[in-house]
């Protein structure tokens, strides 16, 4: 999806704006312990074009004066987004540090849509002629308070979305992505990888301009893209080193993949921010590998795997079918089974199960445990067939979806996995009542 930043100095109403532009909220997990809600990047649709939008307003890096934050911001902004909504406000008019803002924008050569906010009722219109001094074209007159103004605004920002053929998707082509926080050693293994991969396709320039993609080919003649974010392999601002950049990134990642890895460094263990990354990438419905990363760095005995494996079976309670490589991209251990594990996982989430043997296989469960009873009512199930793939998808019918309980679908998956080999991917299982 093209993606939209919203810059402009405090208080000018950038979250305002956000909250009215943004339909569903891109949430960072789930029902998982302790996970937060992340309110800098959100879904929005107009016209029927989806898009990704950031609040670079929420990307605070503290410590840092007032101007600077503001150009960390726009080069945020500049770096990450493919249309840029440059937000002031009439009410203070032309300020320096919209100008600053400005001269800042006028370097990058990405669109960028000027916008007066709290423009909130007609007569107001005549003060934004002021703002054609900031030298980006004509304003947009908007009031976020109101809701005034917002369709011409969309109609401009998605008149200058990327055009769509330029990142066609190709079917056979299996796209992954390293993700993690920072310094557990992402960029080493993307460059550890390319190093080992003789034959390399191409590079090729993705959404961004700074999004730098491998394709590689292997053997068998599969191919696989590589999808490196803006800025893995040539690193050092400030901000990357922010969590909520850093987890605005791996988004973008995950949204262009098909398998994700997690990567974790087994220096340091596990973090509440390891969970938030995978946390989205299993909401995403991507297939998933965890590495354990810097594995050289351990002393070991004939337990550590063992004893690690069982933490993240605890951590990652929702991840139980992604699959634990321990590997180091310094010492390259184990890096040359990654793309064969990568291409398994991606037949796995491909793989399509007839309704007679899945059927097989329900009866057979159903006949071992019992469908529970609420309130006197039995579940009946009568059939299930999978409607889809990436992620393997499964409707049952049922005489009533609500006597479906969370621990008997958990039941059903774990047999259905237990039949079929869907390692590394998730899966989802929906009840329809039969009419
Ligand atoms: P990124 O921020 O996730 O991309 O992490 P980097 O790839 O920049 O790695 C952070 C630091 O960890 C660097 O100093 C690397 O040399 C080091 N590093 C990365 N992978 C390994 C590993 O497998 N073993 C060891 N010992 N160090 C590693």
Known sequence: NPVVAIVGRPNVGKSTIFNRLAG??????????????????????????????????????????????IKLQA????????????????????????????????????????????????????????FYSLGLGEPYPVSGSHGLGLGDLLDSVVANFPSEDENAEEEDIINFSFIGRPNVGKSSLVNAILGEERVIV?????????????MFVDEEGTKFRMIDTAGIRKKGKVYE?????????????????DIVMVVLNAEEGIQEQDKKVAGYAHEAGKGIIILVNKWDTLEKDNHTMKEFEEKIRKEFQYLSYAPIMYVSAVTKQRLSTIPAKI??????????ISSSLLNDVLMDAVAHNPTPTDKGRRLKIYYMTQVAVKPPTFVVFVNDPELLHFSYERFLENRIRDSFDFEGTPFHLIARQKK
């Open 24 to 69: 569903e909220r891109i949430s960072i997990v789930d029902d998982v312990s302790g996970v937060t809600r992340d309110r800098i990047y959100a879904k929005g649709e107009w016209l029927g074009k989806t898009f990704n939008i950031i609040d670079t307003g929420g990307i605070d890096i503290t410590d840092e004066p007032f101007m600077s934050q």
């Open 75 to 130: 080069q945020v902004a500049i770096e990450e987004a493919d249309v840029i909504i440059f937000l002031t406000s009439v009410r203070e008019g032309v300020t320096d540090a919209d100008e600053n803002v400005a001269r800042i924008l006028y370097q990058s050569d990405k669109p960028v849509i000027l916008a007066v906010n709290k423009v909130d009722n007609p007569e107001m219109r005549a003060e934004i002629f002021d």
């Open 202 to 214: 191409s590079n090729i320039a993705g959404t961004t301009r700074d999004a730098i993609d491998t």
């Open 241 to 257: 080193s922010t969590e909520k950049y850093s987890v605005m990134r791996a988004i973008r990642a995950i949204e262009r993949s």
């Open 343 to 352: 291409k398994e996982i991606s037949e796995n989430q491909n793989r399509r």
